[in-house]
């Protein structure tokens, strides 16, 4: 992976926290009850999931490499126990954990290695939840719109999927994809926010942000209604049980 795209979150990270998508309230019912839970969060970043998980009654661990990203959550989740660390490399003990969570992470992860970290952190018929919150497929303007998000994508980078294939390999059991639609209304400006927070984006040079900038926000001319646009999102899925060792 291009380590470059992985940690150029944390330049704008203030950002990243305010204009990504939080997780939509229905999310709740796809994990399940976390009180009482030890719940490990790999890849936290600015802790949008994190605060998240936290009011679902979670025990919260989190996991984050970028320093500024990390900041970020720390000031506003200061009950959490926050450590730096990767998702290949965890700085946890084995079987400590009920529930492991990902969110818009896994593409950045070495393989096997996470995965086999994953389940030497989780207990015995713990959880893993491997999740993406982003734009749905099923319309056309807004699979261009993640034509345009996509547009600079690091060919050492795996495609953003929401099954994770690296879960079959005795590890893990009752593999199963969840999917939860929601509509995310957005102005103009935040959507354009939105995509500076792409790593494609953020990598670029100034000169080609602009130009980004300004075939965004003609496109949205044509879908924005009332200053508003309601883009459809999914919050997609993988929920894998540990395997007794």
Same mark, same amino acid.
């Given at each position: 992976m291009s380590d470059q795209r992985a940690r150029s979150f944390g330049?704008?990270?203030?950002q990243y926290d305010q204009y990504r998508p939080a997780p939509?309230? !229905?999310?709740?019912?796809?994990?399940?009850? $976390?009180?009482?839970?030890?719940?490990?969060?790999?890849?936290? !970043?600015?802790?949008?999931?994190?605060?998240? $998980?936290?009011?679902c009654g979670a025990t919260l661990t989190i996991v984050e490499p970028d320093d500024d990203m990390r900041a970020v959550l720390e000031r506003q989740s200061p009950q959490v126990r926050s450590l730096v660390g990767t998702a290949e490399s965890l700085p946890v003990a084995d079987a400590s954990f009920d529930v492991v969570v990902v969110s818009s992470a896994w593409h950045w992860f070495s393989q096997p290695e996470a995965t086999h970290e994953m389940a030497r952190v989780l207990v015995d018929n713990g959880r893993l939840f491997v999740l993406w919150n982003g734009f749905s497929r099923d319309l056309e303007w807004v699979n261009e719109l993640s034509k345009l998000r996509d547009s600079n994508r690091d060919p050492l980078v795996r495609l953003r999927s929401w099954r994770a294939a690296e879960l079959s390999d005795?590890?893990?059991f009752d593999i199963s994809e969840i999917a939860l639609d929601w509509t995310w209304g957005r102005t103009t400006d935040q959507l354009v926010a939105l995509f500076g927070t792409y790593s494609g984006v953020i990598v670029r040079t100034n000169d080609e942000r602009a130009s980004v900038e300004r075939r965004l926000r003609a496109y949205l001319e044509n879908v924005t209604v009332d200053g508003v646009v309601d883009v459809p999102m999914t919050l997609r899925g993988s929920v894998a049980t540990r395997s007794a060792r």
């Amino acid at each position: 992976m291009s380590d470059q795209r992985a940690r150029s979150f944390g330049a704008i990270a203030e950002q990243y926290d305010q204009y990504r998508p939080a997780p939509p309230s !229905g999310s709740a019912s796809l994990l399940g009850d $976390l009180h009482g839970l030890e719940v490990l969060e790999v890849a936290a !970043g600015t802790g949008l999931w994190s605060r998240f $998980l936290i009011e679902c009654g979670a025990t919260l661990t989190i996991v984050e490499p970028d320093d500024d990203m990390r900041a970020v959550l720390e000031r506003q989740s200061p009950q959490v126990r926050s450590l730096v660390g990767t998702a290949e490399s965890l700085p946890v003990a084995d079987a400590s954990f009920d529930v492991v969570v990902v969110s818009s992470a896994w593409h950045w992860f070495s393989q096997p290695e996470a995965t086999h970290e994953m389940a030497r952190v989780l207990v015995d018929n713990g959880r893993l939840f491997v999740l993406w919150n982003g734009f749905s497929r099923d319309l056309e303007w807004v699979n261009e719109l993640s034509k345009l998000r996509d547009s600079n994508r690091d060919p050492l980078v795996r495609l953003r999927s929401w099954r994770a294939a690296e879960l079959s390999d005795g590890l893990f059991f009752d593999i199963s994809e969840i999917a939860l639609d929601w509509t995310w209304g957005r102005t103009t400006d935040q959507l354009v926010a939105l995509f500076g927070t792409y790593s494609g984006v953020i990598v670029r040079t100034n000169d080609e942000r602009a130009s980004v900038e300004r075939r965004l926000r003609a496109y949205l001319e044509n879908v924005t209604v009332d200053g508003v646009v309601d883009v459809p999102m999914t919050l997609r899925g993988s929920v894998a049980t540990r395997s007794a060792r």
